[in-house]
């Protein structure tokens, strides 16, 4: 947390407010958020640079810079990346703040510290394993003809544990996940391989739909999860299963049961997915 539609839900408010705009001045406040690129160069490689474009790859935000770097950020658990006036307090754990030339500024804070900033060519970056290599994006119009119902069929491991493996789906979270699992009725903690073609296709399009649902509504905010202007997301009064075990399942009333799946806690419906 955050998932896809959350960064999703930032990267489109912050792209229209920052293409085009030139950082003026780069305040590392904690150097060991940068974990690519020095920072001793951080200052030299962002200042009087124009960001060009503002993209989401999975859960990585990417800027793009003039000259050719890509400033990136992954927010962990509890990252945020706002847009925010000069004169309005800085929070504390905000570990980057970098002035832009309207007179505002780009804040990236994050209390728990398991997010990560990456400066670098996107090429570098992808080869020097600093950004992982990435599964198709749901989000995509191609999603459905990507291989993904296909590799999930081949797979031995239980289906929520394929869902948040990076590598085979771009961007699912804990919360999606289930979300998806349930708008599919399966199990999540079934075995993979046991699908069939029909249910893994089910699945594969139930993904993108849980995940735009909740980029319409701005993201799913509990605590930490701010948007690119610091407003909290709506989406979690429109959660069907995640969170809501020993509640009544909206579908058909029964109750929802909570378990775990690869460490994590996992809420289905034991009635509608079978």
């Known amino acids: 947390m955050p998932e896809l539609p959350e960064v999703e839900t930032i990267v489109r408010d912050l792209r229209p407010q920052l293409v085009g705009r030139t ?12 974990r690519f690129s020095e920072p001793a160069s951080f200052r030299v ?21 003039n000259g050719g770097d890509d400033l990136v950020v992954h927010l962990g658990m509890t990252g945020t990346l706002t847009l925010q006036s000069l004169d309005e ?8 703040v970098l002035d832009l030339d309207d007179q505002r500024q780009l804040r990236y804070r994050d209390p728990r510290r398991f997010g ?57 979270g804990n919360i999606y996940a289930d979300e998806a699992c349930f708008l599919a009725r399966i199990r999540p903690d079934r075995r993979a391989h046991t699908l069939t073609r029909s249910e893994a296709g089910r699945l594969a399009l139930a ?21 690119g202007f610091g407003a909290k997301g709506e989406a ?15 579908r058909c009333g029964g109750t ?7 460490g994590r806690t996992t809420v289905y419906c034991h009635r509608c997915q079978r």
């Open 236 to 250: 979690f009064e429109a959660l069907f299963v995640y969170g809501r075990g020993g509640l009544p399942c909206v």
């Open 23 to 34: 950082f003026t001045r780069a305040d590392l406040v904690r150097e060991s958020v940068l």
């Open 89 to 96: 307090p800085r929070a504390v754990h905000t570990h980057l």
């Open 256 to 262: 929802l049961r909570q378990t775990r799946v690869g």
């Open 116 to 172: 990560r900033v990456l400066l670098g060519r996107p090429g570098q970056l992808q080869a020097s394993g600093a950004l992982p290599n990435l599964g198709p994006e749901p989000l995509s119009p191609h999603f459905a003809i990507s291989g993904f119902a296909e590799a999930l069929r081949a797979s031995g491991r239980q289906v929520k544990s394929v869902l948040l493996d990076q590598a085979m789906v771009a961007g699912c």
């Open 45 to 65: 490689r962002t200042e009087g640079r124009r960001i060009g474009s503002v993209h989401r790859r999975g859960k990585f935000i990417h800027l793009g810079l």
């Open 207 to 227: 993904l993108p739909v849980v995940m735009r649902e909740a980029v319409r509504l701005r993201g799913t905010s509990f605590s930490d999860y701010r948007d």
